[in-house]
């Protein structure tokens, strides 16, 4: 199975959506709450190049936020990926 993180935030109605789908595929994940982690944030700014939550990363290759999550299961792609050991 592969490696999943997820940059998030508490109230984040995207984060929420991109959890479930992958929940609903029982697909764990680790989560990284950057609300109040200044670190984590930058962090999270560095690897991604981007400011908003959520980002997402299956092994280690960034793969963008809720709606690039969403397109890939859409395109048929995310099984694939998910599919690789991490």
Known sequence: MAKVEIYTTMWCGYCARAKSLLEKKGVAYEEMDVMEDVAK????????????????????????????????EQAGKLDALLAQPG
């Open 41 to 72: 944030r930058a962090e999270m700014r560095e690897r991604s190049r981007r400011t908003t939550v959520p980002q997402i990363f299956i092994n280690g290759q960034h793969v963008g936020g809720s709606d690039d999550l969403a397109a890939l």
